[in-house]
Structure formats: C-alpha cells, structure tokens
C-alpha cells in the first residue's frame, strides 16, 4: 500500500486534472478585424474574445477514478484494522489468560490513540504534505499490524494497538483533505460519499475476512497476512 500511496498524490496534486482558464481581451473602439477574404473589415466597439486554455493532461477522468479507488482503498484497509479485534477477542483472550472485558481495552487503547491522531493531524498535513504524511501513517500502520502478529505478552500487544491506533487515525483526515485539494467544490460531495462507502466496506468484508482467516489459522495469522500487505510495497 506505501506503492499505491506513492501513486495516490503526485507531486503537485492540482496537476491531475485539466483545469480551464479563462481570458477576456478588450480591443478599443476603432480597432478593426478584417474577414478571411481581406475584401471586407468588420468593426466593433468592443470586442470580447474568450481564449479557453487547457493544460495538457493524460486521461484526467482515468486518473481521477485512480485517485478515488487508492483513496478508498487505503481507508477501506485502514478501517479494517481498526475495527479486526472484534472477532479475535475470544482468542485473544485465550491466549493472554485474561477474560474477554480485559481483551476488550485493546480496542479502546487503539480507537482513544485514533482519536488523539485524527484531531492532531490535520496541521501536521497542512504543514508538511498530504503525502508524506499518508506514507508515515501507513508505513507505521503496517509496522505495528505486523509487530502484533509476533507479541509475546498482552501488555506488548496493548502498546502495539496504541500505535496502530496513532497512525491509522492519520489517514482518513489526510485523504479527505487530499480530495479537498484536487477535485472541484461540485464533485467533492460526492467523492466523499464514495470514499465513506469505500470505508464502511471494511465492516462488511474486511471484518468477515479476518475471521475467515483466523478461524484456518489462528489469531496471528491476520496481523501477519495484514501487516505484511500494507509493507510489501
């Protein structure tokens, strides 16, 4: 996913799309524009001549649905991991020899961190990019999934939600205010529409795929297969 955040925002993200602008020349009263065949001249008091100029962009509409579906995806996958503990509570719990309510905090420690991390981000995003931040928040994401494949103790466990916590609550704010920066006020509503569709996804197959998962080879075998998609690129 770092190699689809890469592709996701370029450099200059208004590049994306062709932009068209606008001018308006004036010719004075006595300027005169003669016809193609030269034998006659018309005459205008003002002339208004609109020049549309267009950047010269490839495919704007294919990299416009690009941006969306890695836009998407990323937040699809990101919420996935936030809200994966559900059906490994039981397990989980097995494992650590605590009863389920114990298990339970590790999703409080992930969504408080969330939260603390989705208030903070946005002047850190404003100041040093959309994405460098989003390559952080999902290079730390695929780091601590990955970690918490191999915690030994629920206590390790705990720290590792917290930091998942943390840099998962990066990327939603971060993508919305990357689609805020490129697309124009008339479609943005609906591109958050799509994208909050792309994220409500992750409870109805991404959850159900995780426990597909651990239910063939344990609660680990998710951390492990999550966390090393999210680095693989």
Do not use: Y
């Not at 569709?197 to 492990?224: H, I, K, N, T, Y």
């Amino acid at each position: 996913f770092l190699c689809l955040v890469t592709l996701l925002l370029p450099a200059n993200t208004t590049a994306l799309f062709q932009r068209n602008t606008t001018v308006d020349v004036k010719l004075p009263a006595d300027e005169s524009l003669e016809t193609p065949d030269s034998s006659s001249t018309l005459n205008f008091r003002s002339l208004s001549v609109r020049f549309q100029l267009a950047k010269v962009t490839s495919s704007p509409t294919v990299r416009q649905a690009r941006f969306l579906v890695l836009t998407g995806a990323a937040m699809f996958v990101t919420q996935t991991v936030g809200l994966m503990l559900a059906p490994l509570l039981v397990d989980l719990s097995g494992e650590f020899d605590v009863s389920i309510a114990t298990a339970g905090q590790l999703a409080a420690a992930t969504f408080g961190a969330w939260a603390i991390s989705v208030i903070s981000v946005g002047p850190i995003s404003d100041s040093f990019g959309r994405r460098p931040v989003a390559i952080v928040g999902l290079g730390l994401l695929g780091i601590s999934v990955l970690a918490s494949s191999f915690a030994s103790n629920f206590g390790l466990l705990l720290a590792l939600r917290v930091v998942t916590g943390l840099s998962g609550g990066m990327i939603p704010p971060n993508s919305m205010a990357a689609v805020a920066d490129v697309l124009t006020p008339a479609t943005r509503a609906r591109a958050f529409g799509l994208l909050m569709a792309f994220a409500s996804l992750s409870g109805v197959v991404g959850v159900p795929l995780v426990a597909l998962m651990a239910s063939g080879g344990g609660w680990r075998v998710p951390f492990l297969v999550i966390g090393s998609l999210l680095l693989a690129c």
